[in-house]
T-cell receptor, first 112, second 113 residues
């Protein structure tokens, strides 16, 4: 079984809809991250969490919110989706900030 | 501002040939440098992670080098295979904290038969 899983893998939605992307991990890591990837722009950090009670904004948090329900679960929400949020979204975990990150398989989100 | 620049943006080589990808960074303070491989439509997977004191690290046919003085790293792929077709991302970590990670935009490598 994969160490980091994301659901759904693909989602098409309409402008204004609320969307939740979910991430689960079995690596036992405290640190979890949400990134979006756009062609030509690389990976950009949306939110990160060092533990259940510690959540921080990343480079591009506007229009997004997160919830850390447990050590193993970190959800990303788009309260009112807009077309420029169409992107590939990745969840990642790491043991510490100095260790490698383990990425999930990604969620391809299309907002019409 | 911390930056990571990768070159070339894209590269096409024939199967069996070697290639070298470049990463230049202006990140301070420096903690470590990572290379990731990302297959199309999938999440990045770590290839190597190098600290200040390491100047070469291998993972199979992948060899990464680091020159901390010139702030340059390279990823050399030997005897390329079709499965090496992917994007290769250089990431530099600086002194802790999630926002201490600076990502390059990647090099898109295509291996042709």
């Amino acid at each position: 079984d994969a160490d980091v899983t994301q659901t759904p893998r693909n989602r098409i939605t309409k402008t204004g809809k609320r969307i939740m992307l979910e991430c689960s991990q079995t690596k036992g890591h405290d640190r979890m991250y949400w990134y979006r990837q756009d062609p030509g722009l690389g990976l950009r950090l949306i939110y990160y969490s060092f533990d259940v009670k510690d959540i921080n904004k990343g480079e591009i948090s506007d229009g997004y919110s997160v919830s850390r329900q447990a050590q193993a679960k970190f959800s990303l929400s788009l309260e009112s989706a807009i077309p420029n949020q169409t992107a590939l979204y990745f969840c990642a975990t790491s043991k510490t900030s100095y260790n490698e990150q383990f990425f999930g398989p990604g969620t391809r989100l299309t907002v019409l | 501002k911390n930056q990571v620049e990768q070159s070339p943006q894209s590269l096409i080589i024939l199967e069996g040939k070697n290639c070298t990808l470049q990463c230049n960074y202006t990140v301070s303070p420096f903690s470590n440098l990572r290379w990731y491989k990302q297959d199309t439509g999938r999440g990045p997977v770590s290839l190597t992670i190098m600290t200040f004191s390491e100047n070469t690290k291998s993972n199979g046919r992948y060899t990464a080098t680091l020159d901390a003085d010139t702030k340059q790293s390279s990823l050399h792929i030997t005897a390329s295979q079709l499965s090496d077709s992917a994007s290769y991302i250089c990431v530099v970590a600086s002194g802790g904290g999630a926002d201490g990670l600076t990502f390059g935009k990647g090099t898109h490598l295509i291996i042709q038969p």
